[in-house]
């Protein structure tokens, strides 16, 4: 069985799962391998593609596309203000 993560990584659909990107690990696996994630500017369709404190992921997802930049790997799923501190939002418009 494939590891979960490594020292300084962490698999990209488990990342995505506990940043709450979706409802289930599996959907976000799907997002992954249906094209809609990329990990540095590099297309993507690898779930287990290790993802690293500092890497960039741009997502198209629900219409949109946004821009993360990953600040720390996660040790769980929590509630949503705990995984809105694993990235930021390099998308969001700045009033």
Request: overall charge positive; charged content about 30%; proline content about 3%.
């Amino acid at each position: 069985m494939e590891a979960e993560a490594g020292p300084g990584w962490q698999r990209l659909d488990l990342w995505l799962w506990c940043a709450r990107l979706a409802k289930t690990r599996s959907e976000c696996a799907r997002l992954v391998a249906g094209g809609a994630v990329r990990l540095n500017r590099q297309p993507t369709d690898k779930a287990h593609a290790r993802l690293r404190a500092g890497d960039v992921l741009t997502l198209a997802v629900q219409g949109r596309v946004r821009v993360w930049r990953v600040l720390e790997l996660a040790s769980r799923r929590g509630p949503a203000a705990e995984a809105r501190l694993l990235y930021e939002d390099l998308s969001e418009e700045k009033s």
